[in-house]
């Protein structure tokens, strides 16, 4: 049975971090690719980062502040966030897809499995 299970958001100010966790169940990370994704309020869901063997990849607004890196005996993947600004607050979501390519990473429709998703809020 696939599961994803999204934790570690929460409120925090401005310029501050946070890391979210992806721990996934009834698959292993070397065979698939995971994405985390973020929606905010009346916005359409957006690729944050993906990671698959030996390829991560970032979107432009969060390249060079947030971190994707895996654990495999803990079956975990995580984001670390940092330097978070009001725009980066959203519900943030994990998924499981093929190993995509670059091209491709950010398109939700391959993704098969979601986690519930956590909530992020950066605020003063």
């Known amino acids: 049975d696939v599961q994803l299970q999204a934790s570690g958001g929460g409120l925090v100010q401005p310029g501050g971090s946070l890391r979210l966790s992806c721990a996934v169940s009834?698959?292993?990370?070397?065979?698939?690719?995971i994405g985390w994704f973020r929606q905010a309020p009346g916005k359409e869901r957006e690729g944050v980062s993906f990671?698959?063997?030996?390829?991560?990849f970032y979107a432009n607004s969060v390249k060079d502040r947030f971190t994707i890196s895996r654990d495999n005996a803990k079956n975990t993947v995580y984001l670390q966030m940092n330097s978070l600004k009001p725009e980066d607050t959203a519900i943030y979501y994990c998924?499981?897809?093929?190993?995509?390519?670059?091209?491709?990473?950010?398109?939700?429709?391959?993704?098969?499995?979601w986690g519930q998703g956590t909530l992020v809020t950066v605020s003063s």
């Open positions: 009834g698959f292993a990370l070397d065979d698939y690719g």
């Open positions: 990671i698959n063997v030996g390829r991560k």
């Open positions: 998924g499981r897809a093929p190993r995509l390519p670059f091209s491709l990473w950010r398109t939700s429709n391959y993704y098969s499995y």
